[in-house]
């Protein structure tokens, strides 16, 4: 049995697929199995994976079911003591696997490794690092609760861990990565490798760069999770952020011009000032007034934007 059990899921992605399972491939951990499932493709896909030979990889082809539901398909066919996920058109490192494996066995308690990532565009050149001042390790809710800052192709998982709770969302489309690291942040520790093993591609296919979509779904996510925490902190951050990301939502649907009726003075409420007003806030009082975001929101609120 394979100790790392790599899923791709992919639809349409006859551009990119064979250099993503090259990269896998390509890894100095070589103990793994390679999943991948074709989500009902209608381009060159299947032919292009058929020609990829090696006996690690799985093939399976099914009617297209969307990112989701064929992620927690993966999910279940993996027989992996760790479970890495890789996009269609995102590559790793060589030494992506080895690196979190080895993190992995040498701190039992952590259920998610995740790394830093270098932002590609469609012809792979590197736009720079994602990189950030604080890597953050250990009990993430509340950082988790304030921002998503995981890049989902540097994840690897515990199978255990990751299949103690229901899989990904197949009603979020943007988030449903977020609301699984959430959901995860309750039951194990994360870990970072604090160095780029993954680069992930920017081009017209993603489903990220949505700003409207990504906002909505988010204040789904921390509404769920506030409703079902009993941590009346951690309760209140993720209420508090909640407004926050109402806030963000009511500015990208005025600046992309989606509510042309908005009165102007509206539209100087809910401009980038006041967001970033309200985010200074957020990051630099220790508990935000609850009165505070609900002021801020009530001229949104009355023009019926959030």
């Not at 992995?104 to 259920?111: E, I, L, N, S, Y």
């Not at 520790?189 to 992930?200: G, K, N, T």
Request: charged letters at 25%; hydrophobic letters at 40%; a neutral charge.
């Amino acid at each position: 049995m394979p100790r790392v059990s790599v899923n791709i899921c992919c639809y349409n992605g006859e551009k990119y697929i064979a250099e993503t399972i090259q990269s896998v491939l390509d890894q100095t951990y070589s103990d793994f199995e390679l999943i991948v499932i074709n989500d009902g493709s209608k381009d060159a896909s299947e032919k292009v994976i058929l020609g990829i030979k090696d006996e690690r990889i799985k093939y399976f082809r099914q009617e297209n079911k969307g990112l989701s539901e064929t992620r927690n398909r993966a999910i279940s066919l993996s027989s992996g003591e760790f479970i890495a996920i890789l996009d269609q058109d995102d590559v790793w490192e060589t030494e992506k696997l080895a690196q979190q494996v080895n993190l992995m066995d040498t701190r039992p308690a952590v259920g998610v490794v995740y790394t830093d990532a270098y932002p590609v565009n469609a012809k792979g050149d590197v736009l720079g690092i994602r990189g950030r001042d604080t890597y953050f390790t250990g009990q993430l809710v509340p950082a988790l609760l304030r921002n998503n800052f995981i890049c989902c192709p540097t994840v690897m998982f515990r199978a255990a861990c990751l299949k103690r709770i229901p899989g990904f969302r197949t009603d979020l489309k943007i988030a449903e990565e977020y609301d699984l690291y959430l959901r995860l942040s309750r039951i194990c520790d994360f870990a970072c490798v604090e160095r780029p093993l993954a680069r992930y591609r920017l081009h017209a296919g993603n489903t990220s760069g949505d700003m409207v979509r990504d906002y909505s779904e988010a204040i789904v996510c921390l509404a769920d999770f506030a409703s079902a925490e009993n941590n009346d902190r951690l309760r209140k951050i993720a209420v508090r952020y909640a407004d926050y990301c109402r806030l963000r939502l009511a500015a990208a649907l005025i600046w992309k011009e989606r509510r042309g009726d908005v009165p102007d003075v509206l539209k100087v409420l809910s401009s980038g000032y006041l967001v970033r007003l309200f985010g200074f806030v957020l990051e630099h009082v220790s508990v935000a007034p609850s009165w505070f975001s609900r002021i801020l929101l009530l001229p949104l609120k009355y023009a019926g934007i959030v």
